[in-house]
């Protein structure tokens, strides 16, 4: 069997972080929504059924936590540091598509999600 790629995807990620331009925003936080693919060959982890042939989804997921705990002014701030720790820790991972969404953003509308999504190569 040939794999053609191997993509590890969590979406939907609900983080509660303090990002935004408004000092409140900063303050209060609000609810923010990730969702990260990742290209890694896990072809091992198929063959063998150990984690040590993957990308672990704790391990993925406590990277991001980390990152979004860090405030910044802007979405496209804390995508460029969760891209660069994810390449960092996980050496195996080729492409990452990232996308971080705000819920209810501070805009003037009742309701809705803004956002932004990235893609990146090693």
Known sequence: MHMMSNRIFMHGLRIHARHGVD??????????????????????????DRLEGTV???????????EMATPSQLLEHVAGRILQRLFGHFPSV???????TKENPPMGADGGQTGITVEAER
């Open 94 to 100: 080729s492409r990452i598509r990232l996308t971080l």
């Open 23 to 48: 000092p409140q925003e900063r303050l209060t936080g609000a609810d923010f929504l990730v969702s990260i693919e990742a290209d890694t060959d896990f072809t091992e982890a198929m063959r063998t």
């Open 56 to 66: 672990s989804y704790a391990d993925l997921y406590r990277l991001v936590k980390e």
